[in-house]
């Protein structure tokens, strides 16, 4: 008899999950998304902006892979798209009905993405060419970080990039987004753990340090010198790339 009760109680739970509404997926109250009006007509022209805040999410002359990239949490070499969606802009200002979290955002701007430009994606895994960040044969030469906390890195009066409690992934991906930029993406093969306290000087002045950062990308000799001074280096190889395909997407989003 208990037995019997005990296995109806199961059934009738499992029932109850499999007949319970599905939950909405989150999504902003209201939202403004309109083509950008500083559209750049060259390489150079006004920066792009996001600004997520707990109940806001503003995005100023924003592209879609840019979009698409904060959306996913991903880097502009991750999205595969046709060539508009790295160059067409947009501002977008979107509204919740009160304060969420930074992941939630994210997610509302996928739903928004999907409704306004009729976004649609499927993930993929590519063996691509990729820079491969290692130890040089004379070891590395890097200084343990000195305190705790999350990486930073800051700029000194004489051009030198300071990393603090920067491990070398966060130092590979550095190197693979915009402005330091690759023309590949930068795998951490180093086999090093922890955190450090280094510096990487590739221009001589400020000057000179910002005509390098305004180019597309950058060439992997632009970071070998100072990357020797660290015991590091970079190679060239293959390696497996998880990438977001842009299936369909409207250049003209829907109005508001």
Not at 125 to 152: C, F, H, I, N, R
Not at 242 to 251: Q, Y
């Amino acid at each position: 008899m208990r037995g019997n009760i005990l296995r109806n109680l199961l059934v009738a739970a499992a029932f109850a999950i499999r007949s319970a509404p599905a939950q909405p997926a989150p999504a902003f109250e209201v939202a403004s998304v309109k083509a950008s009006q500083n559209s750049p007509t060259g390489k150079e022209g006004p920066q792009e902006s996001i600004d997520p805040q707990p109940a806001t999410l503003t995005m100023r002359n924003t592209t879609l892979r840019s979009c698409i990239r904060w959306a996913y949490s991903l880097k502009d070499y991750q999205v595969v798209g046709p060539e508009w969606v790295a160059s067409a802009r947009y501002d977008i200002v979107a509204k919740s009905a009160g304060p969420v979290a930074t992941a939630d955002l994210r997610r509302m701007l996928q739903a928004l993405l999907s409704d306004r430009f009729q976004l649609t994606v499927h993930r993929d895994t590519k063996e691509l060419p990729v820079y491969a960040l290692v130890v040089g044969k004379s070891g590395p030469k890097l200084q343990a970080a000195a305190g705790d906390g999350k990486a930073t890195l800051n700029i000194s009066s004489d051009a030198r990039l300071a990393f603090r409690n920067t491990s070398m992934a966060e130092l590979a991906d550095r190197l693979s987004v915009r402005p330091f930029g690759l023309d590949h993406p930068v795998l951490d093969k180093t086999g090093l753990s922890g955190s450090y306290d280094f510096t990487l000087k590739f221009a001589d002045s400020i000057m000179e340090l910002k005509q390098s950062l305004a180019r597309e990308s950058q060439e992997p000799g632009t970071y070998a010198s100072a990357l020797a001074d660290l015991g590091l280096k970079l190679e060239g190889q293959r390696g497996p790339v998880e990438l977001l395909v842009v299936d369909h997407a409207e250049k003209a989003p829907t109005e508001n």
